[in-house]
């Protein structure tokens, strides 16, 4: 089992662009969830889905966009980046509402 | 306003010692509590509480859940280096939505 893995790893934007970030988890896990973490914060809920085919706006989700297209990936879409998107992106997975987040190790994001 | 509020914000102990970590949290739609540990990179889970009162042991760390005083302590007991990390606490709240608080940065000294 890889459980929660992200990529790519790091990425530089130009403001303006755009990218795509992938989550993937092998656990079949239904909750799938986007984090944004910045220096001295904790981590802020950007969208989350609670199955293959539903997203919902979570507490920071200006700017993003989300697909679930399929039950184990979950990706996370910034259509013109920002400077104030430069931070630490994670995506976590649950089995339930109730149960335990596994996290994915993160993606570096630095948007100049 | 934030949901999760965590103390302290930093601490800096030496091996041997016991720390309380402390994290309160807002009570409108809340259901459960949860503690990470977060070293390099991504957190780790470490317990979840929804009922009050009922302590969560693992080795030398546990956490118990307070619903009267809407807030939770971590404790570890016989710091070791390997205790250094990021302590992070959320609120699990209907919607399922989870709310961290800013984290306490726990630094033990050999």
């Known amino acids: 089992n890889a459980g929660v893995t992200q990529t790519p790893k790091f990425r530089v934007l130009k403001t303006g662009q755009s990218m795509t970030l992938l989550c993937a988890q092998d656990m079949n896990h239904e909750y799938m969830y986007w984090y944004r973490q910045d220096p001295g914060m904790g981590l802020r809920l950007i969208h989350y889905?609670?199955?293959?085919?539903?997203?919902a706006k979570g507490e920071v989700p200006d700017g993003y966009n989300v697909s679930r297209l399929k039950k184990q990936n979950f990706l996370l879409g910034l259509e013109s980046a920002a400077p104030s998107q430069t931070s630490v992106y994670f995506c976590a997975s649950s089995l339930g509402n109730s149960d335990t987040q596994y996290f994915g190790p993160g993606t570096r994001l630095t948007v100049l | 306003e934030d949901k999760v509020v965590q103390s302290p914000l930093s601490l800096v102990v030496h091996e041997g010692d016991t720390v309380t970590l402390n994290c309160s949290y807002e009570?409108?739609?809340?259901?459960?509590l949860l503690w990470y540990k977060q070293e390099k990179k991504a957190p780790t889970f470490l317990f979840m509480l929804?009922?009050?009162?009922i302590e969560k042991k693992s080795g030398r760390l546990s956490s118990i859940l307070d619903k009267k005083e809407l807030s939770s302590i971590l404790n570890i007991t016989a710091t070791q280096t390997g205790d250094s990390a990021i302590y992070l606490c959320?609120?699990?709240?209907?919607?399922?939505?989870?709310?961290f608080g800013s984290g306490t940065k726990l630094n033990v000294k050999p």
């Open positions: 009570v409108t739609n809340f259901r459960s």
């Open positions: 959320a609120g699990l709240y209907n919607f399922n939505k989870f709310y």
């Open positions: 929804t009922s009050s009162g």
């Open positions: 889905s609670v199955g293959e085919g539903t997203t």
